[in-house]
């Protein structure tokens, strides 16, 4: 396959992803934010005190009706942690949970792999759950238990209100919010506007009331927005990654790189080997699902492509963050514990669903929603993105960006074509001189051979190097043009984008 023909499948099969995917990741990211404004952390925290299996059950809901993020989802654990929840259910149960069985999630997977990967990814988190808690409960001691929540007490620097995330008051993006008792410091707006959004609805305590008002759906609007900000980065570097990868790499690379075969051995290499991919990845759980759709249509087996996705807590950003909140020892604890139950549920999950017949065969994806209904949920979904990016931001403030990000997107092209431009003019001109160069090289050997040289030199070298300066000139004059209808477009829509409404004129011409 040529570069352009690889090229041109990447571009298609991200936007292919992408556009099938969209009202997912919508819809998924608008109940979470839903869920994370109406239910309080510290009514979670009084739920998971305890270490039964009540307490890592409850763990593994709430976790999955939170958000996606795996940055936020290790910033909240650990503030759950902190209160006092206990070590099997916050840790174990909660964390994982709120990564590998979120809503979002299994949109996302539905949309691209299809249903059976859907009920494979919740068995599969189910038996991870079960495994994390087992090894709470009967391997990890109790000591290094507290010894973890006393060092991220002692330790513990300003943390973000909303997310729980570590801040650095000293880092120019930190975002300082005053309050009453003085001053917080937030990992982001979208944590800033939430926080602000929760203050403001302090008084109304009441879960009925607060689901019925439209204050409370509008800090779900900023709950969600505050869930984009930090994961659409990794999502769209997951699209991105998965087309170049199914665009360039070979299938008979991932045949080498992955074990084959059926049986228990083959498998459970095929899962260890996964797993590492994942922790190698750098990005969320749904951010690992486009490319968790290469490994399956390259042959890895189902179980497998399961804990690569469970394996998004295994990457090396969150692994410094075990260390530092919790400590060498319970951070290499935990990091293996995860890796175990990665591992584990996969391999139970590959057997369970072939016994009951859920294993599709190999290498067929998603198309589960058919092209109307995909485009009918989109154009649903589209509304409702933009009316929560209105009720975050307001519409001033939107207008403000969109005409801001049209100025920015206007330089950059206007400064790559300057280059292109500058590129192609110098390359016409070297190539025209190195051809008349050759050619006099030539009428001057010829003209040294010949018995003659009334005829004078051969004109040819002159003639190219006169079309090279007129490529120049072109090449000048028609990125001299674009630049100036680049700049004029750009211009008018930003203004048209950026202009306030103003009173009637008409009306005051008449006064």
């Not at 990564?99 to 991870?128: H, R």
Request: hydrophobic share 50%.
């Amino acid at each position: 396959m040529s570069l352009t023909d690889s090229t041109l499948r990447a571009v298609a099969l991200v936007a292919e992803m992408t556009w099938d995917t969209w009202w997912a990741l919508v819809l998924g990211f608008t109940l979470s934010g839903a869920v994370e404004a109406f239910v309080s952390e510290d009514r979670m925290t009084r739920a998971l005190g305890g270490d039964g299996w009540r307490e890592v059950g409850l763990g593994a809901a709430l976790g999955a009706a939170s958000s996606s993020c795996s940055y936020s989802a290790v910033g909240t654990t650990k503030t759950l942690f902190k209160k006092g929840g206990s070590g099997v259910a916050t840790l174990g149960a909660f964390m994982f949970a709120s990564t590998d069985l979120v809503v979002e999630l299994g949109f996302v997977l539905w949309v691209l792999l299809g249903w059976q990967f859907v009920v494979g990814e919740y068995l599969g988190g189910v038996v991870a759950v079960l495994v994390l808690a087992l090894l709470f409960r009967r391997v990890i001691p109790e000591a290094w238990v507290e010894d973890a929540r006393e060092h991220v007490r002692t330790t513990d620097g300003a943390a973000c209100p909303t997310c729980s995330a570590t801040v650095d008051p000293t880092d120019p993006d930190a975002v300082r919010i005053e309050t009453g008792a003085g001053v917080e410091f937030a990992c982001c707006g979208g944590c800033r506007r939430v926080y602000e959004a929760r203050s403001d609805d302090a008084d109304d305590t009441r879960l009925q009331d607060r689901v019925l008002s439209r204050a409370g759906w509008a800090s779900a609007a900023r709950a969600t927005m505050k869930d984009w900000e930090m994961v659409w980065r990794d999502v769209a570097l997951g699209f991105v990654v998965a087309g170049l990868v199914g665009g360039f790499v070979p299938d008979a690379w991932w045949a080498a790189v992955v074990p084959e075969g059926s049986g228990l051995a083959a498998v459970t290499a095929a899962t260890v080997v996964a797993v590492a991919i994942g922790a190698a990845t750098f990005m969320c759980s749904v951010g690992n699902v486009p490319f968790a759709l290469v490994l399956w249509t390259n042959g890895v087996p189902y179980g497998a492509v399961l804990s690569f996705i469970y394996a998004d807590l295994l990457i090396p950003p969150l692994v410094r963050l075990y260390r530092e909140y919790y400590g060498t020892r319970m951070a290499a604890a935990l990091t293996a514990a995860l890796a175990v139950a990665a591992v584990v549920a996969g391999v139970v999950v590959h057997y369970v669903a072939g016994g009951l017949g859920l294993i599709p065969p190999a290498g067929e994806v998603g198309a589960t929603v058919p092209d109307g209904y995909t485009l009918a949920l989109n154009a649903v979904a589209t509304p409702v993105a933009l009316a929560q990016v209105t009720a975050t931001y307001g519409l001033d403030a939107v207008r403000a960006r969109t005409a801001a990000a049209i100025r920015a997107a206007d330089d950059r092209s206007r400064g790559a074509l300057r280059v292109a431009g500058g590129g192609v003019a110098l390359l016409a001109a070297l190539l025209a001189a190195l051809v008349g160069t050759g050619l006099d090289a030539a009428a001057s050997r010829a003209d040294r051979g010949a018995a003659s040289d009334a005829d004078g030199p051969d004109p040819g070298g002159d003639r190219w190097r006169d079309r090279g300066l007129a490529a120049v000139g072109t090449a000048a004059s028609a990125a001299t043009a674009v630049d100036r209808l680049l700049a004029a477009t750009a211009h008018r829509v930003a203004a048209a984008v950026d202009a306030p409404e103003t009173p009637d004129t008409a009306d005051a011409d008449t006064d």
